[in-house]
């Protein structure tokens, strides 16, 4: 017999049926289970209506059916919505849902807290307590999914793992997790539509060509040298830039899919001419199809604050006239907690 706490969402499509036809119950019953707890979303087994009473009875003594639940919810006046979700245990994390003319983006979180202590990041702040299962970020997508239907009547279009820690020193729950989200006897959603975005771990980056993953990769840089990225992101000692141009090579040569680089503009430390030179020659020596060049939404414990207009316009000149694919991304929810993490240092 299974034990009482086993999170049923752990497990295999086959594992259940091995316990359905213990019970005495037709096999095809693991089949509706499974689509009650991924397809349909379940949150109690007494919600699973087309089993038998005493079926979700033995569910129930032999299963937990653990999920994330809405903790806080914060509207801006752009239309961004930021969430913060209390795990099983007590944790909370952070989903924000960001709406544009064409698309519903989720950005969500693979970790709670961070172990990588960024020194521009809320959530660098706040130590890292323990990864994120893929259930719970397969929960988070959906609550995000479901409040894009209920608030602008349409499903999310892309998902970007930009949240709260390290998507790629979650790496078994987060790839899990994306499975659970594309198949379709789950959300089905298109890889295509996914992006993991990671401050730079070289080994993880060329794991993930080794899976061969559909999914597109962003590279946060933020700093177009070791000196200078050494100073905001302390990952930087052990994944030096070169180590990364060479993983993200191999990333492309095993999966072919473009690359793209993420660069907060920080004033006086990243804005310059030369800096933005230093950003072309990486960006020359990877397959990279995109630089997100990112105003700087500031935290209250951070020195940074983030450039003029006309810096920022004289540095995507600059990109543009030496033929940079880069594009300007505005900061959204300013008058919420929208930069990762605050939300959740506040509760
Ligand atoms: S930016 Fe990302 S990796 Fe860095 S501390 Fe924040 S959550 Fe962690």
Known sequence: MKSASQNIRHLELAEIESYVE????????????????WLKQARHFDEMTNLSKDFRANLGRDFVLPSLATDATQYSDDGTVKSRFKTHDGHLVEG????????????VSSQIGCSLSCKFCATGYIDRKRNLDYDEIYDEVALLNEQSEKIYGKKLSNIVFMGMGEPLLNYKNVLKAIERITSPDGMGM????ITVSTAGVAKQIRALGDSKVKFKLALSLHAANDAKRHE????????????????????????????????????EFNDSLKDADELIRIYRQVPADLVNIIEYNPIAFAKFTKPSEEKVDAFMAYLEKHKVNARLRRSRGKDIDAACGQLANKG
């Open 232 to 267: 905001i992101m302390p990952i930087n000692d052990s994944n030096n830039i070169q180590s990364l141009i060479e993983a993200l090579n191999y990333f492309y040569k095993q999966t072919k899919n473009e690359i793209t680089f993420e660069y907060i503009l920080f004033n």
């Open 96 to 107: 924000v849902l960001i709406p544009t003319d064409k698309r519903n983006t989720a950005c």
């Open 190 to 193: 298109s890889p295509r539509r």
């Open 22 to 37: 213990k019970l005495g119950e037709k096999k095809f019953r693991a089949k509706q289970v499974y689509e009650w707890i």
